[in-house]
């Protein structure tokens, strides 16, 4: 009886151990994620982005010799047509000349399978866009953003989020 007895404490005491140690490395691993100090997204009404619409973010540096990372984030519907995002992008600091860039952002593979993780028909992707870059000025920057696709109408389809992380 008493060997039964040791037995059934020694399994509380595995499973209180082992539920312990889950326990930990979930707040070590969750309190290590670099989090973003901007995230911003825009939604397109009916995913579609007409070549005159232009994206804004605005975004506020309070530490002009912080090292920051900046991103763009596509949401795409499977019914995207393109493997490709051409965009139009403006920087524009609090004073002074603003920087104008041309970027092209792969979307899928020349096989057409999606870069993005997907959940149902929509695929999302970071994409990198400046790394270890300083903002010197302190204030507000706006980011302004207009997609450059060659479409018929203007109206790009198959977009249904954009957005851009400051990490």
């Excluded at 929509?122 to 204030?139: A, C, S, W």
């Amino acid at each position: 009886m008493k060997v039964r007895e040791n037995l059934g404490r020694r399994k509380g005491n595995d499973l209180l151990l082992i539920a312990t140690l889950t326990f930990l490395i979930i707040l070590l691993t969750t309190s290590c994620l670099k989090k973003s100090v901007i995230a911003d997204y825009r939604r397109l009404k009916h995913s579609e982005w007409n070549q005159d619409t232009i994206l804004v973010f605005e975004m506020n540096i309070p530490d002009p010799k912080k090292v920051y990372n900046l991103s763009f984030t596509v949401r795409n519907e499977g019914r995207y047509a393109f493997s490709n995002l051409w965009l139009f992008v403006t920087i524009a600091p609090p004073q002074g000349k603003e920087l104008t860039d041309t970027v092209e952002l792969t979307l899928a593979k020349p096989s057409g399978e999606w870069v993005g993780s997907g959940l149902g028909d929509l695929y999302d992707r970071k994409y990198p866009y400046k790394q270890t870059v300083f903002f010197p000025e302190v204030g507000k920057y706006t980011i302004s953003v207009r997609q450059g696709m060659r479409t018929q109408n203007g109206v790009l389809k198959g977009i249904h989020d954009f957005g851009i992380a400051l990490d």
